[in-house]
Nanobody
Framework: QVQLVESGGGLVQAGGSLRLSCVASNMAFNRAAMGWFRQAPGKERAFVAAISGIFSSGTPIANSVKGRFTISRDNARNTLYLQMNSLKPEDTGVYYC?????WGQGTRVTVSS
């Protein structure tokens, strides 16, 4: 079945950067729309950013991260990325990779003030 494996989370000071990766397997990665979501402590999972597959275009992104986060993909490596700059304490949470109804296990990001 489809598998998504995230990595790249960690502890960073406010203003710092991290790059998350999500490696996909057992799927036609280049055709699939992919997305990043996050779940802050005590809150519901929320949309962060998405990117279309090769047959469409578009990279919607949440207003809360616009101008700081960038989503991208490398279809040759079956990998989705989330570049996170100017991190804030409110960016703390578990970040999940998603396609259709499949989720990764998540990678934890903690931003200290």
């Amino acid at each position: 079945q489809v598998q998504l494996v995230e990595s790249g989370g960690g502890l960073v000071q406010a203003g710092g950067s991290l790059r998350l990766s999500c490696v996909a397997s057992n799927m036609a990665f280049n055709r699939a729309a992919m997305g990043w979501f996050r779940q802050a402590p005590g809150k519901e999972r929320a949309f962060v950013a998405a990117i279309s597959g090769i047959f469409s275009s578009g990279t919607p992104i949440a207003n809360s991260v616009k101008g700081r986060f960038t989503i991208s993909r490398d279809n040759a490596r079956n990998t989705l990325y989330l570049q996170m700059n100017s991190l804030k304490p409110e960016d703390t949470g578990v970040y999940y990779c998603n396609t259709v109804d499949t989720w990764g296990q998540g990678t934890r990001v903690t931003v200290s003030s």
